[in-house]
Every structure is written in structure tokens, then in C-alpha cells.
């Protein structure tokens, strides 16, 4: 039998993920506080959802992709949230990104009401999303996550089982470590290029066939010689992300100065009015630092 998903949070990610599901032929109820993205996945095949309790009711599976930890706690387990509506049996897969205690909450309340739970957040951003090639980290039971799998994979292509629940959410806090770093030794690798009178362009280029090259390099590298901060990854999101990373540091009395450095210069940038750029865009915060900017190189 198909299983009826539900599918709370259509946002520049969540409307692509849904959309996936629904021409999949799964039986879809979606649910968004934006009434114009809901309304059109509803004119091509969805229902509506009124309440997460209700979407909860009308279905086996219910998907959530939401801007962070309250917003998860709110909708799953606050009032007239998806727990409330949730039958035994059901799954919930938390596709956010939030706290790995967040999860495990998640994860208890809905075994207490017969349930399961599965934390899978993505990586691949909106195009990604899009192209439905995300990367999905999971956390949760092994046979939770057979259930999921054929689920997951209209929306994503590597899907990685990593562990109980919470282990999902620890790989995505790595990933945006890993990115974060990348993208802050990208934009001073170039800058230093650029200052130093040197084709930032040319620099890229010679660096994509080394020991350097990576898709930051490849991708974020190209964006800031272009100047092209359209987000496809708000640099506000990120920053939460690594605020995640840092709270998490310190449940585990954790030092990670390279991760509270880049999320300091991510703090100044959207001080600087940059919250809703790309975070590629990180590259300009190194520019007003060094009162300096790559275009300046080739003028």
C-alpha cells in the first residue's frame, strides 16, 4: 500500500522536496504558513493541510521541513502539533536543521506514542532541492529507516543511515563545519590573489586541477569572482547552523575555534546588512576587513 505523507514546510527547499513526493504518486497533504506555496502544490495534485495535528491524522508519514529548533518543537510537539494527531505506527521524518537534542526529543515523544522518528536533514541546498539530488543524513532505527528509504529517495540521491537518533543532525553540524571553513579559506585565498594584482579568475582556475580543489572552490569560488550573492543558501541560515555547531560544542565541552571564528564573521556580515545572501557571500566580510574589495584588482 502507498503511504500518505504529510508535508509540513514548503520553503525554497520544502516546495521542490514535496513536489518530488507528489509526482511520485504518493498521496500528499501539505501544510505551509505561506499560503501561495501551498496553494501550488495543491493545483497540481495536493491537499491541503489546516493544522499539523490534522495533516498528522491524514497520514502514515509526515515529513517536516522547518527553519530550525523551535519552529520543529512548535510543530511536532506544541499545541495541535503533529504528535497530537500522530496514529501508533506512524513515522515522522524531521528533514530540518536543529539541534541533535532537538532530535532525540523528537525522536522520545514519538515512541511514546507508538511511533517512530527520524532525523534527516539535507545537504545540496536549493539546487539540490530542485534536482532532487540532496545528500540526507540520518539518524533513528534501522528498520525506520528501510521504511524511509524509498521515500527519501525521490528527493535525494546519497542517503546515509549514521546512526540512533541525533546522529543525523551531528553530520549535518559536521557538514556546515566543513563548508563554512571552506567557503572563509576560499574567499581569503582569492582575496589574497586579487590584492596581490593576481587574475582571481586565473587563480580558480590553476587551483581546480590541485590538491585545492573542491566544490567550494569550484561553485562558491565562481560566485564571489562573479559577484553573484543570489542565495541559494541564506547566510542567516548558516549562521544558525553554526550556532547549532557551538551549542552542541559546548554540551560536549568542546573547543572548535575554527567553527566560533567563521560564525563570528558570519554575525558581522549580517551586521553589514547581508543576512539574506548567499553565504558565498562570506567573502565580502573578508573584503571590509582588508578594506578591499576583488574587484578592485582587475579596474
Excluded at 518530488?20 to 501561495?36: F, M, N, S, W
Amino acid at each position: 500500500m502507498t503511504e500518505r505523507i504529510g508535508f509540513i514546510g514548503l520553503g525554497i527547499m520544502g516546495k521542490p522536496m514535496a513536489g518530488h513526493l507528489l509526482r511520485a504518486g504518493y498521496p500528499l497533504t501539505v501544510l505551509d504558513i505561506v499560503q501561495t506555496a501551498q496553494d501550488e502544490l495543491v493545483a497540481a495534485g495536493a491537499r491541503a493541510g489546516t493544522s499539523p495535528q490534522e495533516v498528522a491524522a491524514q497520514s502514515d508519514v509526515v515529513i517536516t521541513m522547518l527553519p530550525d529548533s523551535p519552529e520543529v518543537e512548535q510543530v511536532i510537539l506544541g499545541k495541535q502539533g503533529v504528535l497530537e494527531g500522530l496514529r501508533a505506527g506512524a513515522l515522522v521524518i524531521d528533514m530540518s536543521t536543529i539541534l541533535p537534542s532537538t532530535a532525540r526529543k523528537v525522536a522520545a515523544a514519538a515512541r511514546a506514542r507508538g511511533a517512530d522518528a527520524l532525523d534527516a536533514p539535507v545537504s545540496g541546498g536549493e539546487v539540490g532541492a530542485k534536482n532532487a539530488t540532496l545528500t540526507i543524513m540520518v539518524g533513528g532505527a534501522p528498520a525506520a529507516f528501510e521504511r524511509a528509504k524509498p521515500i527519501l529517495e525521490k528527493m535525494g540521491k546519497n542517503i546515509t543511515l549514521v546512526g540512533e537518533a541525533g546522529a543525523g543532525q551531528i553530520t549535518k553540524a559536521a557538514n556546515q563545519i566543513i563548508v563554512g571553513v571552506t567557503i572563509a579559506a576560499v574567499s581569503e585565498a582569492l582575496l589574497l590573489a586579487a590584492k596581490a594584482g593576481v587574475d582571481p579568475a586565473k587563480v580558480r582556475e590553476a587551483l581546480m586541477g590541485g590538491f585545492a580543489s573542491s566544490r567550494i572552490l569550484e561553485l562558491h569560488g565562481n560566485r564571489m569572482i562573479q559577484r553573484a550573492f543570489a542565495p541559494g543558501f541564506k547566510i542567516r541560515l548558516h549562521r544558525k547552523d553554526m550556532n547549532i555547531v557551538l551549542n552542541t560544542a559546548r554540551e560536549l565541552g568542546l573547543s572548535l575555534p575554527m567553527s566560533a571564528h567563521v560564525a563570528e564573521l558570519m554575525n558581522g556580515l549580517i551586521a553589514h546588512g547581508g543576512a539574506e545572501l548567499d553565504h558565498s557571500a562570506l567573502v565580502t566580510m573578508f573584503e571590509k576587513l582588508a578594506n578591499f574589495e576583488m574587484g578592485a584588482a582587475s579596474q
